[in-house]
């Protein structure tokens, strides 16, 4: 599914005196099955643009469109957005009734509920039998965490927006969330992920969003995008480590093209050059 924003504002308390434009003049345009990063600094518009995205908001101006849903008349009910700690907002008295919900008011037919649950349940990598009748509060955060994204799968989004998904997580929280996003693109989904972690947007996506100020400041392939340091610290954010360290064995003399942006690629340009014996470049 495809979605598309033309002059897009949204403004808080539009009239009032705590007036505040939290997205000014945003074009875009995500094409069906692309895996988005958007990043910024706090501030910089993200959560509103996923709350637009989804369609919980409506934009100042401008427009918001979707096309290519399974439901042309409701499109925006092919939008699943995970909410930064959705466990906070966790309500069913098991977790087989927290990941239904979504599912039953969309109309799903009663006796093929467990079905959908199950199925949702699985794609997280939690044993039904074992979850199905546990309170989601005794669970743990990262057990919470994986019943809320079930609770978005349940529905069958075609597109996807995860705001922040990994905050609060540790390190195998954290990756469990990247393959499970490259895993949700990979079977066609169109998948939007917001976060303010450099490297996680390297080693993820296929083309990045920055935002400062409500405005798209870069947009392109994380190559590009992290190839514009000065850029990115006018907007306060920094390359991830493994660019920042492949340029600066490159200032040193390296001769290495130094467009790498993430650990695997920077090992990769390190090791060609050493086993190339070619002269100086000595930190």
């Known amino acids: 599914m495809k979605i598309t924003l033309q002059h897009v504002d949204h403004i ?56 290519g849903s399974k439901d042309p008349e409701h499109p925006f009910r092919s939008v699943g957005l995970v909410f930064q700690y959705p466990e906070q907002q966790l309500f069913g008295e098991s977790v087989f009734e927290e990941v239904a919900f979504g599912a039953r008011n969309q109309g799903t037919a009663e006796d093929y509920l467990p079905v959908k649950v199950r199925e949702a349940l699985e794609q997280v990598g939690l044993d039904p039998d074992v979850m199905w009748y546990r309170s989601p509060f005794s669970l743990s955060g990262g057990q919470k965490r994986r019943v809320c994204i079930a609770g978005v799968l349940v529905m069958d989004p075609q597109l996807i927006i995860l705001d922040e998904p990994t905050a609060g997580l540790d390190e195998g929280g954290r990756k469990w969330i990247a393959q499970l996003v490259r895993r949700l693109n990979e079977e066609g989904r169109t998948v939007v992920w917001i976060t303010h972690n450099m490297a996680e947007a390297a080693e993820v996506a296929r083309r990045v969003i920055v935002l400062k100020g409500g405005r798209v400041l870069l947009d392109g392939p994380p190559q590009q995008v992290f190839s514009e340091e000065e850029t990115l610290m006018s907007a306060h954010l920094t390359p991830p480590p493994a660019a920042r360290l492949v ?3 490159q200032r040193r003399g390296w001769d290495i093209e130094a467009s790498a942006v993430t650990v695997e690629g920077a ?17």
């Open 12 to 67: 808080y308390q539009e009239g009032g005196v705590s007036e505040t434009a939290a997205l000014r003049d945003v074009d875009l345009t995500i094409d069906d099955g692309e895996l988005v990063a958007v990043i910024g600094h706090g501030g910089s518009g993200k959560s509103t643009l996923a709350l637009l995205m989804a369609g919980l908001y409506q934009p100042s101006s401008g427009t918001v469109e979707l096309t």
């Open 247 to 249: 340029r600066e064995l």
């Open 267 to 283: 090992a990769e340009e390190i090791l060609s050059h050493l086993a190339s014996g070619k002269e100086g470049g000595h930190a």
